[in-house]
Each structure stands twice: as structure tokens, then as C-alpha cells.
């Protein structure tokens, strides 16, 4: 029923920025959580930032101060503003959405490759 669509990704140069998007499709009943994550090359996925439903943000601490997790609910549009992109930073970026009761939804992923 719920599905999740990233967007925004690309190669950028170190020091550069992005913003991914990730639209949100089906009903957003019980979600209580939705959050962004990323794999890159060679290592498990892992959890970038997040945002409960009562607005409360977490950070990962190798992308604090530098992304910024929103939301705009009327658009059921989750942001992720990347800043002062490294090269660690590079990898697949996925957004997930949790239901109550440990439900996970998924997107694709979106890819990001920083140069150095």
C-alpha cells in the first residue's frame, strides 16, 4: 500500500550540496517514523537521519551539522538537505517509513557519488 520514491541524487564535487526527496505514496496511517539511510560501497546500510511523527530529528554523528532531515506534509514529502558533501558520503540513499507495529517500507534508493 505504501510506497516510497527517492529522488535527487547525483555526482557532486566535494564541499557541494544536494537535496533528496522522498514522495510518499498510499496511506501514511500508523507511520510513525520515516527516516533516510544509505549504503555505501562494500558496507551495510545505515541510518543517516530521522524524524518521528511529533517532528523530533536524530542524526547520525558523521552528517551532523552538515544534513537536514524535514517534511512537508501536505505534499507527503520527506527532504533530506545535504551539505558540505565528502566523499564518505557516497553511496545508495534510502528513505524508509516504519508502521506502528514494525511494519518497514522501503524505497529504491537514489544514488550519490561525491567527488574528491
Known amino acids: 500500500q505504501v510506497q516510497l520514491v527517492e529522488s535527487g541524487g547525483g555526482l557532486v564535487q566535494a564541499g557541494g550540496s544536494l537535496r533528496l526527496s522522498c514522495a510518499v505514496s498510499g496511506s501514511m496511517f500508523s507511520i510513525n517514523f520515516m527516516g533516510w539511510y544509505r549504503r555505501a560501497p562494500g558496507k551495510q546500510r545505515e541510518s543517516v537521519a530521522n524524524i518521528m511523527s511529533g517532528g523530533s530529528t536524530n542524526y547520525a554523528d558523521s552528517v551532523k551539522g552538515r544534513f537536514t532531515i524535514s517534511r512537508d506534509n501536505a505534499k507527503n514529502t520527506v527532504y533530506l538537505q545535504m551539505n558540505s558533501l565528502k566523499p564518505e558520503d557516497t553511496g545508495v540513499y534510502y528513505c524508509?517509513?516504519?508502521?506502528?507495529?514494525?511494519?518497514?517500507?522501503w524505497g529504491q534508493g537514489t544514488q550519490v557519488t561525491v567527488s574528491s
Open positions: 524508509a517509513a516504519r508502521r506502528g507495529p514494525g511494519t518497514w517500507y
